[in-house]
């Protein structure tokens, strides 16, 4: 099985950048895509970000588009997710999934079976 470990947060200014990285071993890396979701303190956690198994297509989420942007290095085995222009409102804490398919058409969490422990981002003055 697929295990994911997310790396790269912390506290960063509003207006700053931060990189997550998600770090996968086992097999399954070329065949399933992969996504990132965030879950702030009393909400619901919600999809930010996914990337296919080849890494030729990409979806973001309303609150990512134009600012964050997922990428990822087969030879690392390794997704990243690039966070520009931070707000207070990012303040989550981040997780990388493997999707159950390859594509990233259904980006609803049930279609991610397999998660990371998470990584804290707070944006704060």
């Known amino acids: 099985q697929l295990q994911l470990v997310e790396s790269g947060g912390g506290l960063v200014q509003p207006g700053g950048s931060l990189r997550l990285s998600c770090v996968t071993s086992?097999?399954?890396?070329?065949?399933?895509?992969i996504g990132w979701f965030r879950q702030a303190p009393g909400r619901e956690r919600e999809g930010i970000s996914c990337?296919?198994?080849?890494?030729?297509?990409?979806w973001y989420g309303d609150e990512a588009k134009g600012r964050f942007t997922i990428s990822k290095d087969k030879a690392k085995k390794t997704v990243y997710l690039q966070m520009n222009s931070l707000r207070p409102e990012d303040t989550a804490v981040y997780y990388c999934?493997?999707?159950?398919?390859?594509?990233?058409?259904?980006?609803?969490?049930?279609?991610?079976?397999?998660w990371g422990q998470g990584t804290q981002v707070t944006v704060s003055s």
């Open positions: 999934a493997q999707h159950s398919a390859g594509v990233c058409i259904l980006t609803d969490e049930k279609y991610f079976p397999r």
């Open positions: 086992g097999p399954g890396f070329d065949i399933f895509a």
């Open positions: 990337i296919t198994d080849r890494g030729d297509s990409t």
